[in-house]
């Protein structure tokens, strides 16, 4: 039964605890309540290889080692000191059968909120949902929702980009870095302390470089431009971007952009440029099913299945293998290492399980991962990996995520500061003319 201490209590919708299958743990000292329709949508999920299916299966674990032998429908305290219990009753009253009489999960769950709303007070009760369409509808009814916040950032618009345009530079500093290649930081007159591995455009009247802070060092050190395996940078973001991937040092990198700003292209171009350093280039997307249809749906092997949803990491290894005739040995080479599996793309759901030791690894669209799934993955790396995430937080295919709660966001955001670490945020359009205007104007 529900504690009456006048506490809030959340009522937690099924996409929550797949989102978070630690989700319960995340109210304090407040009241959570599980609608017994959970449970059995819960259910559903709990066969599969994608991290919903292992939420799933974990949220089913935690709840089974957090009740013990006690009954659900009695409820356990939370470590928290928050109060977790099971409700089965959905029952509608009149005013919801005659708005909502399709008998669906999303309904029940609603039901029961607005069920406690009544019994409780509705300030107290608050559903919590990743699904915007229930939370509309909840609100349309008098039952307060929100979305499931731990996880999230919070602004996008203050989200670090790695990069700082400074056109007031010093003389002595601009000239110092181009012709020695470097300058102490605290000579520099920079007003502000950067972080590890961010980037400069130093101008001033007279010139202008392009530098990054070697925090080892204590230093702002000299960019040359250069190219990874025929693919040459066109701005100053493509030239930071190269840098940090080429950057052995920098085991974990980001890059985050729209649309044709060429975030996949410099990746792959510089893991093959790196080839050497790595026993294994790997590239991996998650499947986003399309018209929110599982690839079961589609025919063939489970080869024939990815190809459609793996097929622009494809495209982009062959635009950098055109960069050289058909004869030439770095043509040749790409072609060798996809036949010896030395570079291999793989959706990214058959990470899971893996160590991943000396493999550069690139995760194209890392915007559809959850934060869990990102950890998932970083957490695979083993002595010598290189982790790169590519992706565009504004361009989210899956519905539970948003620009705030995506994994790239929140990988930006959390791992700012460290050594190991470098992110590059880049805007302008190279793929065409074309391209960059479709982008800026539709």
């Given at each position: 039964m529900l504690?009456?201490?006048?506490?809030?209590?959340?009522?937690?919708?099924?996409?929550?605890?797949?989102?978070?299958h630690q989700s319960i743990y995340s109210f304090q000292e407040h009241n959570v309540v599980i609608p017994f329709t959970l449970l059995e949508e819960v259910d559903r999920f709990k066969k599969g290889n994608e991290t919903i299916n292992f939420n799933a299966r974990q949220f089913v674990r935690e709840l089974d080692s957090l009740i013990g032998d006690r009954l659900l429908n009695e409820g356990v305290?939370?470590?928290?000191?928050?109060?977790?219990?099971?409700?089965?009753?959905?029952?509608?009253?009149?005013?919801?059968?005659?708005?909502?009489?399709?008998?669906?999960?999303?309904?029940?769950?609603?039901?029961?909120?607005?069920?406690?709303?009544?019994?409780?007070?509705?300030?107290?009760?608050?559903l919590v949902s990743k699904d915007i369409n229930l939370r509309m509808k909840a609100k349309s009814v008098g039952v307060r929702a929100e979305d499931y916040e731990t996880g999230k950032i919070k602004s996008i618009d203050d989200l670090y980009t790695g990069r700082n345009r400074i056109e007031?530079?010093?003389?002595?500093?601009?000239?110092?870095?181009?012709?020695?290649?470097?300058?102490?930081?605290?000579?520099?007159?920079?007003?502000?302390?950067?972080?590890?591995?961010?980037?400069?455009?130093?101008?001033?009247?007279?010139?202008?470089?392009?530098?990054?802070?070697?925090?080892?060092r204590g230093e702002l050190v000299l960019l040359?431009?250069?190219?990874?395996?025929?693919?040459?940078?066109?701005?100053?973001e493509q030239a930071f971007s190269l840098d940090a991937l080429l950057n052995c040092d920098a085991q974990l990198v980001t890059l985050a952009g729209k649309a044709g700003?060429?975030?996949?292209?410099?990746?792959?171009?510089?893991?093959?440029?790196?080839?050497?350093h790595y026993r294994q280039v790997l590239l991996a997307r998650p499947v986003i099913p399309l018209s929110?249809?599982?690839?079961?749906?589609?025919?063939?092997?489970?080869?024939?299945?990815?190809?459609?949803?793996?097929?622009?990491?494809?495209?982009?290894?062959?635009?950098?293998?055109?960069?050289?005739?058909?004869?030439?040995s770095n043509y040749q080479k790409i072609n060798e290492m996809v036949q010896n599996e030395k570079l291999v793309i793989m959706a990214l759901a058959y990470i899971r399980g893996r160590s991943?030791?000396?493999?550069?690894?690139?995760?194209?669209?890392?915007?559809?991962?959850?934060?869990?799934?990102?950890k998932t993955i970083i957490t695979r790396a083993g002595e010598g990996t290189k982790i790169v995430f590519t992706g565009d937080p504004y361009q989210i295919d899956t519905p539970y995520l948003d620009s705030r709660s995506?994994?790239?966001?929140?990988?930006?955001?959390?791992?700012?500061?460290?050594?190991?670490?470098?992110?590059?945020?880049?805007?302008?359009?190279?793929?065409?003319?074309?391209?960059?205007?479709?982008?800026?104007?539709?």
């Open positions: 504690h009456s201490n006048g506490k809030k209590i959340f009522v937690l919708d099924t996409n929550v605890v797949l989102y978070d305290e939370l470590p928290s000191g928050g109060f977790l219990v099971v409700i089965a009753d959905s029952r509608k009253d009149q005013a919801l059968r005659e708005l909502f009489w399709e008998d669906k999960p999303d309904h029940r769950i609603l039901a029961l909120a607005h069920t406690l709303g009544l019994s409780h007070g509705v300030q107290r009760v608050v007031d530079a010093p003389d002595s500093t601009v000239q110092s870095i181009a012709s020695k290649g470097f300058i102490p930081l605290e000579d520099s007159g920079i007003p502000l302390e950067p972080n590890p591995n961010e980037y400069f455009i130093l101008r001033n009247p007279s010139k202008s470089v392009l530098a990054r802070y070697d925090s080892p040359e431009k250069m190219a990874a395996y025929g693919i040459s940078p066109r701005n100053a700003t060429g975030k996949t292209l410099l990746a792959l171009a510089a893991s093959l440029e790196r080839r050497s929110n249809k599982d690839i079961g749906y589609l025919p063939g092997d489970i080869k024939s299945k990815l190809d459609p949803y793996m097929q622009p990491l494809w495209d982009n290894l062959y635009v950098i293998q055109s960069q050289f005739k058909e004869d030439a991943l030791s000396k493999v550069y690894f690139i995760v194209d669209e890392a915007q559809n991962l959850t934060p869990h799934e990102v995506n994994g790239l966001t929140y990988l930006i955001d959390k791992m700012k500061g460290q050594s190991v670490y470098a992110h590059i945020t880049l805007e302008k359009g190279e793929r065409s003319q074309l391209a960059e205007l479709a982008s800026n104007l539709l």
